[in-house]
């Protein structure tokens, strides 16, 4: 799968080895029953959404609940027939920091704009979690401080960045610095980026 993304844009080769070392770690995450978080500000925050969604139910593969957990529900709740039950699909535990509106609202009106992912993580994250950080510049306050927060807390954290890297590059377990300098350029290569990690992990779990 790496070849194949690499194969379609030739110039993620620069972030080869940080792209493997992400795939890994998520893998890690999981694999230890662990949780993912993601946060970004703008198209960003969509990416941030989009990660989750693909994380949260199937991505390439339909990854339906196993036989022994299925006739446990049935057995429970007669009334979730088996069809409905077929269309369930197993999820890796993912959430997007920018969903949380009411919460996120409250921390700019009451104390920081500059900390709502930040507490966030602060109120959420485990140790063991791992946080994904998306910002082209790397120098988004609200996301740094988020990183920040993650690492004091033994939380791995995963950069999304542009070739600069900014801050979070200095701060991220991991930071993908995808090449270019303009926002919407860096963004066109996080999507491909973050779906290879998706599918990747994916493929990990679920090889059905």
């Known amino acids: 799968m790496l070849n194949e993304l690499l194969n379609r844009y030739p110039s993620l ?8 070392q ?3 770690a998520l893998i890690h995450c999981y694999s230890d029953g662990k949780k993912v978080m993601a946060c970004g500000n703008g198209g960003s925050c969509a990416d941030a959404d989009h990660i989750v969604g693909e994380l949260m139910k199937g991505f390439l593969k339909k990854r339906p609940i196993k036989g022994s957990l299925k ?9 979730l027939n088996a069809e409905l039950l077929d269309k369930l699909q197993c999820g890796l535990p993912a959430l997007s920091l920018c969903s949380l509106t009411a919460l996120n609202s409250a921390v700019c009106n009451d104390i920081d704009p500059d900390l709502i992912y930040a507490q966030s993580v602060f109120g959420l994250g485990n140790k063991g979690d791992i946080l994904i950080c998306i910002s082209t510049s790397g120098n988004a ?3 740094c401080a988020a990183a920040e927060i993650a690492k004091a807390s ?7 960045t542009g070739s600069a890297g900014g801050k979070l590059k200095e701060i991220a377990d991991i930071c993908i610095c995808a090449p270019g300098m303009e926002t919407y350029k860096i963004q066109e290569l996080h999507l491909p ?8 992990v994916e493929a990990y779990f679920f090889d059905i």
């Open 13 to 20: 080769f620069a972030c080869k080895e940080t792209i493997q």
């Open 22 to 24: 992400a795939a890994e």
């Open 71 to 79: 006739k446990r529900i049935l057995e429970q709740y007669p009334s």
């Open 141 to 143: 306050k609200n996301v």
């Open 154 to 160: 033994g939380i791995h954290v995963i950069g999304l």
């Open 193 to 200: 980026i973050y779906h290879y990690l998706c599918a990747t």
